[in-house]
């Protein structure tokens, strides 16, 4: 849904806890007025589902283009369960906004798959420097809160879909034993 259509801040947080789960926050420099308020609503949302302050760490790259690799770095370097990536790119009069907006995207998307875990895409890719205010904490609320709900929901469905695995394992544990093989 497009977000002129939806507050990007609004979630219910009823079902939703980040207690326990350890977080990591990579953020662009550029468009400081942007990602800083992007920032501040991740954090401050992390913290209102339950995360300790302790267990959020912010990582700062010069840029969108940079998110990828600074995404790689906390994820295979940190003990996380989730990297929330935050940036904001204009659009200018050249085609360089389409190359950083699609390295940025595809960088972030072969992280997480590289990871196995949530890496989540808050960069901001808008046509002009409006745009990008009504989504860091204007009319459409902010995107940082979004991503940080988006990092919690992605670490419960990662939980369940392991503890379903685990209960198909158990299952199968209970009708073999050790010397047999399974029939297919």
């Known amino acids: 849904m497009a977000s002129v259509l939806k507050n990007l801040s609004e979630y219910k947080a009823e079902n939703i806890s980040g207690k326990g789960f350890k977080y990591a926050i990579v953020v662009s420099e550029w468009n ?8 501040n609503g991740a954090v401050n949302t992390l913290e209102n589902l339950g995360v300790e302050k302790e267990d959020i760490y912010v990582e700062l790259v010069p ?7 600074g ?10 369960d989730a990297v929330i990536c935050l940036g904001c790119v204009i659009k200018g009069d050249t085609p360089h906004f389409d190359y950083v907006c699609k390295a940025a995207t595809d960088g972030i998307l072969r992280v997480s798959l590289d990871n196995d875990m949530p890496v989540i895409f808050g960069v901001l ?9 009504d989504r860091a904490g204007g009319i459409h ?34 009708h073999f034993d050790d010397n047999r093989s399974l029939p297919f």
């Not at 995404?71 to 996380?80: I, L, M, Q, S």
């Not at 809160?145 to 990662?158: D, F, G, N, R, Y």
């Open 125 to 133: 890719t808008t046509d002009n420097l409006q745009q990008a205010l």
């Open 63 to 69: 840029g969108a283009f940079e998110l990828p690799l």
């Open 71 to 80: 995404a790689k770095f906390v994820a295979e370097n940190y003990d996380v």
């Open 141 to 174: 609320g902010n995107k940082g809160v979004e991503a940080a709900v988006t990092a919690v929901k992605m670490i419960q469905l990662s939980l369940k879909v392991f503890m379903k695995s685990q209960d198909i394992s158990d299952e199968i544990d209970e």
């Open 32 to 39: 400081e007025e942007i990602t800083g308020t992007l920032l």
